[in-house]
């Protein structure tokens, strides 16, 4: 029960860790995006999902409704999307100008890139 | 009535310049309004330090919601002093701006920099005035967006890479941050600071309060440079535009600091943190490898603004080694140096702006001669360098004396010694500016650099005079650094 | 104009002094009026406020408050007037003498030179006055740098490299050593201000504590050249004669022993000392620098390197003089200071004339020279007996108390120590003098004469001083004698 009934927990571990991985093991500035996005939906997960009560609805005050549903996760986590599509668009805006400035979206070869003209310069 | 509105101002006055700097385009009007912005802002945060020294904390409650269920803005002994640096420097650079951005952006981007300058001041005041732990998150990204925005706009293409590693880093920083405070939220079921403090001890799970612990202390290190976690700070300062580089190194470092101090000493207590966890140790030896090392890069660094950006790697060692002292005169150091060091490296930032301008690069060898051909800008180097030596006289000598102290009162006599030996390396670093400035020819440009620009000289020589008044007349800055010494560790406000 | 006012003008005087020569810098006769106007207007301000201290009173002047609790104050007592009424005094002179070395050897960035004389200048006397520690901290900081442009004046490798070693073995020093010093000290007593009798009696520091302190400030007063931290001074020899001549033998150096004397005297107490015995590996120390600086002057072919070790070895004098800590070796102590610092400028402003005359550095070339420059070899001559201790010079007189100071403390060591250093003394200054006058100037030398006519003025009256001195002793006298607390 503990191990299974924390399931929410377990997916939100699982695509935090994925995400962080992501992040640091792949080269290409794209899908390290990607990864970063992962990991900050999990944090989403981690927020949202406790709020919800079995069997709680809205928290609407309303006749015959006794059991409600935290809101305050759900705002939070409404202002954490904003802030995270707001970052995904930015960190793709930097890829693009890097890509008209290098040619290239590959962590090493802008590296190389770079060294390259420290050397011949 | 409107005074009862000055901390909501503080923030909301520049986080609305900046949409009113994109709608007006024009980029004199946007530097006025930016400037104008910044300034009201510093007013409001001298007005509040006042305030705050003569009737104790200011809690405002945004929309009249009473905490712990509206957002509080807090100003306290330490708020307040963050405040007035963030706000004064965020000023001075906008002033700065003037000449230096025109000379470094297009023309058609220019205010797009003062609006992002704007938004980024406002976060950084809303960081460190606010008293929700989600709301300060979202100030977070506010400035940390900004600021990624504002390095990319360097004009060398690496700006980019180190925007780009930045947004990685500091991103994964903030959610890191925000891990650790949905934890505290799932163990209190609030987010008021001062909520969460007095609630924390009933929390039902320890285990979930200590996690939160490392979530928000690696977060938050990562925000402030603290060794290992400082790799995206050198470049992102060395091809970040002058005006940017001075305000980011000057203020952004500094208020993830006072986060820090705010979590550790104001949210988890100094028992939850000494105690459950080694935390104290932890930074302790992280700080002394960051002084070392930091110090002994810095030494090599062939390009000026690389040079002191290493050099502000080691001096956030000495304020976390404050921290991690935990006493009285230990917090005193690390709050003073914290002002201090914004200071200091402000000027220094905006005077090698100014290199940077006239010789085309920050590099040491446009260093040669500058002594004889821009003497104003190597004299305030040369004043705002011995305050980063800790020279008495400086600011940076009231910092050190208290470190000093701090650790002869925890009778660590090793500490005292690695203090004031490391403070032998800053002496070589600055010196080989010195030495290049004062005993080397010039390169043989032609034509040679004239002095920097009187627009961006004089707001690099009032943080000069600053790094020099506040080592002599010290009664404000220790006097409020002592207050907020003495609020973090529980005494009478 | 009262004393706190008088302070204020002394110390406004030469910084004040130093804009109006950096204003003046393209006009070289307008800039050298300047820097003789600062000089004298200083000294009026100096010997405006001897009469007071004479008196006994005690001027005071607080500025700022630096840290909570310490203040950037002056408090003007016997030993800091001593050491202001030298230094100011001798800078008249060396200006004179300056004007004369700089054009004659057409020395490059003139301006920055006088401009940082006068600084080093303000610097020396913010020393003096200091009223406690942290202002002395302060400017003995400052001194140190305004000083290094001047050692670093040629701005040539050899500069740069002299240079390096001054900085380092100066602010390392005072840094690693003087500085946790002075923290321990504000630490454990409370206070740092200069109070007779000290202020670390009863501060809760065992006698091996206070002896550990009393070695962070020996060896973290760098300017005092004690071995093993001597090596800067040689190093600054590098500069112009004139820096040489009144900043490392009068104000720099002179700004260490002082201090030496200010700690030992006002911070630890002489009894406090005495009684715990926490001192009493000093006289070992400084009376090893003298022996071993003595022996190395000896070997040195080059004149200033000569005179830069004589001078390690003259500043340990003053070192033992006031380690032995009887009253009497006290008030000979801040005596040699003034004594040491006359006798010492003359055989500076000798080397700068005959570099200047005949571009000779070494003391192997100066055979039969005192025939072409008489009057610079004779003041030489005077200078060198001052050194040795030979009456009526005014040497003879410091050096004549310090032998009566450990001769009461019944230190024989020391009377060793001393009497052995005078032969040594004579060993390397006769022979100079003996070549200059009575050996065959060698084949080729070239033809010339004297020195310019405003250093010659210069080195006369710093000769004519020494000679002088023991016969108007009865203000350094009682100054020095009210410093070490004997009988007013």
Redo the contacts between chains.
Sequence with gaps: MSVLGHYSYWITVILMVAGLYIVIARGNLIKKLIGLSIFQTSVYLLYIAPGKLIGGTAPIVADGFKLYSNPLPHVLILTAIVVGVATLALGLAIVVRIREAYGAIEEDEILAADRDRGAGA | MTLAHLPALEVVVPLLAAPLAVLLRRSSLAWAIATAACAFSFAVALLLASEVSAHGPISYHLGSWPPPWGIEYRVDALSAFVLVLVSGIGTLTALYAWRSIAAELPRDQIYLYYALHCLCVAGLLGMTITGDAFNLFVFMEIASLSSYVLIALGRDRRALVAAYQYLILGTIGATFYVIGVGLLYLSTGTLNMDDLAARLPQAASPRAVLAALAFITVGVSLKLALFPLHLWLPNAYAYAPSAVTAFLAATATKVSVYVLLRFYFGIFGLELVAESLPMREILLVLSLVAIVTASLVALWQADLKRLFAYSSVAQIGYITLGISMASRDGLTAAVVHLFNHGVTKGALFLLVGGIALRAGSAGLECARGLGRTMPLTSLGIVIAG?SL?????TAGF?S??YL??GA??AGRWWL??FV??T??IA?AYV?RFV?AA??SAPGGRTPEPGETPATMLVPAWILVAACVGF?????WT??GA?RAAALLLGGAP | MNGAQLIAAALLVPAAGAAGIALAGRRPNLRESATLATAATLLVCVLGLLPLVLAGERPQLVL?????GIT?GFRLEPLGMLFALVASSLWIVNSVYSIGYMRGNNEPQQTRFYVCFALALAATMGIAFSANL?TL??FY??LT?VTW?LV?HH?DGE??AG??TY?GFL??TS??LL??AI??T??FAGTLDFAPGGILRGAGLSNAALGGLLALYMFGIGKAALMPFHRWLPAAMVAPTPVSALLHAVAVVKAGVFTVLKVIVYVFGVETLAEVRAADWLPTVAGFTIIAASVVALRSDNLKRRLAYSTVSQLSYVVLAASLLAPLSVAAAALHIATHAVGKITLFFAAGAIYTASHKTEVSQLDGIGRRMPWTMGAFAIGALSLIGIPPTAGFLSKWMIFQGAAAAGHHAALAVLALSTLLNAAYFLPIVHAAFLREPRAGGGVHGEAPKPMLAALVLTALATLALPFVAAVPLALARAAAGIGT
């Design positions: 011995l030596i800790g020279v008495p006289g009231v050190k004396w000093v102290l002869i009162e005292v010694a004031v030996a403070s032998l002496v010196w030495e004062y005993l080592g002599l007349q010290t009664s220790v006097g002592q | 700022l408050e630096m840290l909570p950037l942290l901290y302060l900081e400052l740098l442009p670093t701005g500069a740069r240079g390096r900085l602010l390392g840094i690693v500085l946790p923290i321990v504000w630490a």
